[in-house]
């Protein structure tokens, strides 16, 4: 790696609080009982809110969170600021700084979206109190709450990149955009093709959104195996959405080019997502698991407060996930070939690009990758032995029967899902071919979201029941 490339900070460092060297004990002692009391009094509010039943309503589930940001936005800069204090060592490295930055940004803006759903609840409850549980019904709190985190991960993510490619500017070589080489397809037929996949796209969103709907609108799909899929759903719709809208408009326009910053945000969200399908179905084979392992107890096990906490935690590992690979990825330098051959921002199709040592994002692919992708496939092999060991335990017609219509659509979803996963990215290098690459990356970003809404509806008796409801109430109400 040459030495011109190499960035010339590698530490901040931090001033602190103006305070004299004699007072420092004071003021530490200040803020760790200031910290500790902001720690555990938000806690205990979440702690009463999950177990008092009567505090089950959409002002609580807003202030749970409330109180789950800020124990977070203040873990993110006063462990810190007591570590330096004690040990008078200033420094921060410059990824430790960036990604403080990033949650600061991130938990600060979820922060003012709450209380503005909040207030907006309280607006609500008082104009209108007799419909209030009508409007404020489950459905709209969720996407109330996901839309403040997702505007908020946008919010963190566009400002973050914009940051380190400003103090990484002169390691860039001047690379300000992308060259997406797209599919390999003749130009008399990119007409044929581009009608194919805006199909497959419109399939894909509009079937995903189909089953939302009808998990919010049916009281009987209110379990957690449809609360899981209606999440499994928003993920596909959100994974195609990064990809194949940016390669439509390629094929129309013949235009290949990718700002920069656009294409480590397609880059970060890609593997957002992609980790929370990971993610998703193995959650929904643990759900299946404990559905046939413990039947009787299902509902105590399976209670809203895990199914919350299991997609909460999933969402947190994910951003955490990708947000590594973009600040890892951000710091490195690109040579004068900005030509990628695919047709979206992969993270092995950019490192290859990279004129400085990515042996560390290497290191962390094999390891932290390794991890995220080994123990959701673990729990999901897991739960399908022990299933499999107590379907066989007692073999019966009727009861294999159960288990098929219980875990058929999921084993389906999660063979489909992880055998393409395995072709684009672990065969992959087995192959001569870039195209089989972009074909393997077309299968499992674009076809494998579109089959998730058809295996489900086709192959689950209660969606299709909640669909012949749907479809009766739009012909009745004609």
């Not at 205990?44 to 008092?52: H, M, N, P, Q």
């Not at 430790?96 to 922060?111: K, N, P, R, T």
């Not at 209606?230 to 194949?244: E, G, R, W």
């Not at 326009?253 to 480590?264: A, D, R, W």
């Amino acid at each position: 790696m040459r030495p011109e490339n190499q960035s010339h900070v590698s530490e901040f460092l931090l001033l602190g609080l103006p305070i004299r060297p004699e007072q420092q004990g004071m003021f530490f002692t200040l803020f760790l009982g200031v910290y500790l009391t902001t720690v555990l009094g938000n806690l205990l509010i979440l702690l009463l809110i999950r177990l008092d039943a009567r505090l089950h309503t959409p002002m609580y589930f807003f202030l749970s969170h409330l109180a789950l940001t800020d124990v977070s936005f203040s873990s993110v800069t006063v462990p810190k600021m007591l570590i330096n204090t004690q040990t008078q060592d200033q420094s921060i490295p410059y990824a430790g700084c960036i990604a403080q930055m990033y949650f600061v940004l991130l938990f600060g803006c979820i922060d003012s979206l709450l209380l503005g759903v909040m207030a907006y609840d309280r607006c609500m409850a008082i104009c209108h109190p007799l419909h209030y549980t009508t409007i404020m019904r489950e459905g709209l709190c969720m996407f109330l709450l996901a839309g403040s985190w997702l505007l908020s991960c946008v919010v963190a993510l566009s400002h973050t990149i914009l940051l380190a490619q400003l103090m990484t500017k002169e390691n860039q070589s001047s690379m300000s955009e992308f060259l997406l080489l797209g599919l390999p397809i003749r130009p008399e037929q990119q007409g044929v093709f581009f009608a194919l996949f805006l199909g497959i796209y419109l399939t894909t969103v509009l079937g995903n959104l189909l089953i939302v709907l009808l998990i919010r609108l049916d009281p009987r799909l209110h379990t957690p195996m449809y609360f899981f899929l209606s999440h499994l759903a928003f993920s596909d719709i959100s994974l195609s959405t990064i990809t194949v809208p940016k390669m439509l408009m390629n094929m129309h326009t013949q235009q290949q080019s990718i700002p920069y910053v656009e294409c480590i945000s397609q880059m970060y969200f890609f593997i957002l997502f992609g980790c929370l399908d990971n993610f998703l179905l193995a959650v929904m084979a643990y759900d299946r698991y404990v559905a046939i392992w413990q039947p009787l107890h299902y509902t105590t096990v399976m209670r809203q407060e895990l199914c919350i906490s299991l997609v909460a935690v999933s969402w947190f590992f994910c951003c955490i996930h990708a947000l590594l690979h973009t600040l890892l990825l951000v710091q490195l330098s690109f040579c004068a070939e900005n030509t990628i051959p695919n047709f979206f921002c992969d993270l092995p199709s950019l490192l290859k690009m990279s004129c400085s040592d990515i042996s560390i994002n290497e290191l962390i692919i094999f390891t932290e990758v390794g991890m995220l992708f080994i123990l959701p496939l673990s729990i999901i092999l897991g739960s399908y032995s022990h299933i499999g060991t107590i379907v066989l335990r007692v073999p019966s017609t009727k009861r294999l029967f159960k288990a098929f219509s219980t875990c058929g659509s999921h084993l389906f979803v999660v063979s489909l899902y992880y055998g393409t996963l395995a072709g684009a990215y672990f065969f992959s290098s087995l192959w001569d071919s870039n195209d089989k690459d972009i074909i393997a990356s077309v299968i499992y970003t674009v076809v494998t979201p579109m089959l998730n809404p058809f295996i489900y509806s086709l192959r689950n008796r209660d969606i299709k029941q909640a669909l012949e409801i749907f479809v009766f109430r739009g012909n009745f109400f004609r």
